[in-house]
């Protein structure tokens, strides 16, 4: 659906000087209006403001990353880039402090995002940091009537996924776009306002026609900024997170719903190295003990508010004792090792259990390595993912439960999916912030996250009832996902990306 934002804006700031940064340095441009010491910005000759071809506004992991897969593409990586974000580590070339504890804020990379940060030049870089490839995972919940075991090999993998630092992750494709040949720019401003008005014929407008022509005639965005510049645009990328800057000025609607419930994340340490992704569902909510090297895992505990204040507020040894209990015996039994039960037999055949498939205890956590961290849940998706001349991804698109470790991986998903629309766009000679080419782009995500979201809002309903009938319905889902070969396998590939549900393929 075509969006036409039709602001009175003031007058064009002209003569001003614009504070300005590169990517490809650390220093800090200080450039005049006469463009002198212009360096990726296109100005023409009226000087009314730089003109780019996209404008990708938040430099997050998704933003960074549609900018770094431009920058792998032969049609799009001499593209003129403006990257529209006041986070200071943008200008920084290395971001990473080694011999430290890890951040608590981690991201489990699937199979499908880690090909995608290969495709794009970025794992080089995210090797010669922490990271932690887990190649096993267990799912259980405190009724102790079932659980499930997921190895990388049922599905002739070598892992199910990777846990790294979101500073690694953006570190890492920064270092890509740094070193490409994109034209890129960094503001380090806020998004204030967008203007762009419907497009119109350019006769008359001369061989050269100016960014404000342009822009006149419905052929280019323009960008208010929060230090007074302005900024033109043929695409208009909102990368900005849930409270999406874009989304709102394009007059993007959502529709969702906040859970009542909050995540604690913390990093936490053991004595012993932790090569498994632990799952543990309780009646407030999941814990998740990650992997992330070097004897360190990453907690992500869901439950309510209040609680969650309580436990981000009580001491360091009494949460330590909670996160154990959470991750062991604590609110009832863990689940018994056994064969296959005689209604499933028929399905699996041997009914015999193979010691990778036992289930086993979490490694216990001696020592609080970070700050606790709170946030509150939600879901949120986006009625439209374009209008002309605007495309979201990531966060500013859809936001979900953080159960399963999916959000940035489907953001990866958007930006791998846009980029390859304006690369197919400019093949094709197609103006790139045309609805109809960007809307190829939504359809080829809109579908599959919205199925991913289906299925994580179903799985968080589905826990948080205490309920005997319901309990015993995920036990049978527990014993089918844990012994019914075919549907394990078709978990774990939806799981690491194939786009194809598991009981519907």
Request: net charge neutral; glycine share 8%; hydrophobic share 35%.
């Amino acid at each position: 659906m075509n969006r036409v934002l039709a602001r009175n804006l003031s007058k064009n700031v002209c003569g001003t000087r614009v504070l300005r940064r590169t990517c490809s340095t650390v220093v800090t441009h200080e450039v005049s209006s006469s463009g002198s010491n212009e360096s990726n910005a296109i100005r023409n000759s009226t000087d009314d403001g730089p003109q780019h071809d996209i404008a990708i506004v938040g430099g997050g992991m998704v933003g960074i990353a549609l900018a770094a897969s431009l920058a792998s593409k032969p049609l799009t990586k001499h593209l003129n880039v403006a990257i529209i974000d006041n986070n200071p580590l943008l200008g920084r070339k290395n971001i990473i402090e080694k011999g430290h504890p890890p951040d608590p804020r981690v991201s489990t990379v699937t199979p499908a995002t880690l090909s995608f940060l290969k495709d794009i030049g970025a794992w080089k870089y995210i090797e010669e940091q922490r990271h932690a490839y887990f190649d096993k995972m267990q799912v259980w919940d405190y009724t102790g009537l079932g659980y499930t075991r997921y190895n990388a090999n049922d599905v002739h993998q070598d892992v199910l996924g990777c846990v790294v630092e979101n500073k690694v992750l953006q570190s890492s494709q920064l270092s890509c776009v740094q070193e490409s040949d994109l034209q890129k720019t960094v503001y380090p401003a806020r998004l204030n306002a967008m203007d762009m008005l419907p497009s119109s014929s350019l006769t008359g407008l001369g061989e050269v026609p100016s960014s404000t022509d342009l822009f006149m005639r419905g052929r280019l965005a323009k960008l208010e900024l929060s230090d007074g510049n302005h900024v033109y645009a043929k695409l208009v990328v909102g990368a900005d997170g849930s409270k999406s800057r874009v989304r709102e000025l394009a007059g993007i609607k959502t529709t969702g719903w906040n859970y009542s419930q909050n995540a604690i994340i913390c990093t936490v340490e053991h004595t012993v190295e932790n090569y498994t992704a632990w799952q543990r569902f309780l009646p407030n909510g999941p814990i998740a003990l990650l992997p992330i090297g070097d004897k360190f895992s990453n907690i992500v505990w869901t439950m309510d508010p209040k609680e969650a204040s309580d436990r981000k507020l009580m001491n360091e040894d009494d949460f330590i004792k909670a996160v154990n209990d959470a991750l062991d015996s604590g609110y009832g039994p863990n689940p018994e090792t056994t064969s296959s039960p005689d209604s499933l037999s028929w399905l699996t055949g041997d009914s015999t259990i193979s010691a990778k498939e036992r289930f086993e205890t979490p490694p216990k956590v001696v020592k609080l390595s970070s700050e606790r961290m709170m946030f509150p849940l939600s879901l949120r998706h986006a009625k439209d993912y374009v209008s002309k001349r605007v495309a979201l991804v990531g966060d500013s698109a859809h936001t979900v439960h953080p159960l399963a470790g999916q959000g940035v991986n489907l953001g990866f998903a958007d930006a791998c999916a846009l980029s390859k629309a304006i690369s197919e766009g400019i093949a094709l000679g197609t103006d790139i912030g045309e609805s109809n080419l960007l809307k190829r782009y939504e359809a080829d995500r809109k579908p599959a996250n919205i199925a991913m979201m289906a299925v994580l809002d179903g799985i968080q309903k589905m826990y948080s009832v205490n309920f005997g009938p319901l309990n015993a319905l995920r036990a049978a889902a527990f014993h089918g996902a844990h012994y019914i070969s075919p549907l394990k396998k078709r978990i774990i590939s939806y799981a690491s990306g194939d786009q194809s549900l598991p009981l519907f393929s």
